[in-house]
Nanobody, 121 residues
């Protein structure tokens, strides 16, 4: 049973923008912080951003000022707006949901299938 579905990945030139979307089941979305991880080629997965049910966001230092996480509670969707993209942002991006502190341990309860983002130089 698929509960998190990402979309919006693709190929973009450096300096460009993309917006990722993650549609979640209502049960998951209403009661959980939601966030995004990414896994660059040959590297470990890393936390990118988290947003609490209240709307309070957290962004990793590597993306602060360039990426913005948001959530649409009416449509059970979380977004990641990515601006000023760099080649080092190339990764598979995963949507996730779960307890807030577990995001920082990479131990979320719910995961999407991932969407590829490739930034060319």
């Amino acid at each position: 049973q698929v509960q998190l579905v990402e979309s919006g990945g693709g190929l973009v030139q450096a300096g460009g923008s993309l917006r990722l979307s993650c549609a979640a089941s209502g049960r998951i979305f209403a009661t959980n912080p939601m966030g995004w991880f990414r896994q660059p080629p040959g590297k470990e997965r890393e936390l990118v951003a988290v947003i609490r049910t209240s709307g309070t966001p957290y962004h990793a230092n590597s993306v602060k000022g360039r990426f913005t996480i948001s959530r649409d509670n009416a449509n059970n969707t979380v977004y990641l707006q990515m601006n000023s993209l760099k080649p080092e942002d190339t990764a598979v991006y995963y949507c996730a949901g779960g307890t807030y502190y577990r995001f920082f341990r990479g131990q979320c309860d719910y995961w999407g299938q991932g969407t590829q983002v490739t930034v060319s130089s």
